[in-house]
């Protein structure tokens, strides 16, 4: 079992910065990655970190803007927001799996509300 929460939501202004943290219990071999759901929007891969030497992925609509890393002697996974937009308004979940390439998270947080005001 693996337990992860976020932290680090809030309000945001556009163009500003935020930066989410995710708590995990354990890290071991899992890849673990940022989601988000908007408001009548289905869920969205936001970015991973793989296992191991950590590579990272993002999805076209944050590249440039955000980064993901992480802090495997705090067990933390960390998600900095920059140059945000109205449109990342979201509750942003991290999640741990097998891998970034999967589909299938095994493990979930229970999310941290971003607003963005324009």
């Known amino acids: 079992q693996v337990e992860l929460v976020e932290s680090g939501g809030g309000l945001g202004q556009s163009g500003g910065s935020l930066r989410l943290s995710c708590a995990v219990s354990?890290?071991?071999?899992?890849?673990i990655a940022w989601f988000r759901r908007a408001p009548g929007k289905e869920r969205e891969g936001v970015s991973c970190i793989s296992s191991g030497v950590g590579n990272t992925y993002y999805a076209d609509s944050v590249k440039g803007r955000f980064a993901i890393s992480r802090d495997k002697a705090k067990n933390t996974v960390y998600l900095q927001m920059g140059s945000l937009k109205p449109e990342d308004t979201a509750v942003y979940y991290c999640?741990?799996?097998?891998?970034?390439?999967?589909?299938?998270?095994?493990?979930w947080g229970q999310g941290t509300q971003v607003t963005v005001a324009s």
């Open positions: 999640a741990a799996g097998s891998g970034c390439d999967q589909d299938h998270y095994d493990y």
């Open positions: 354990r890290m071991g071999h899992y890849a």
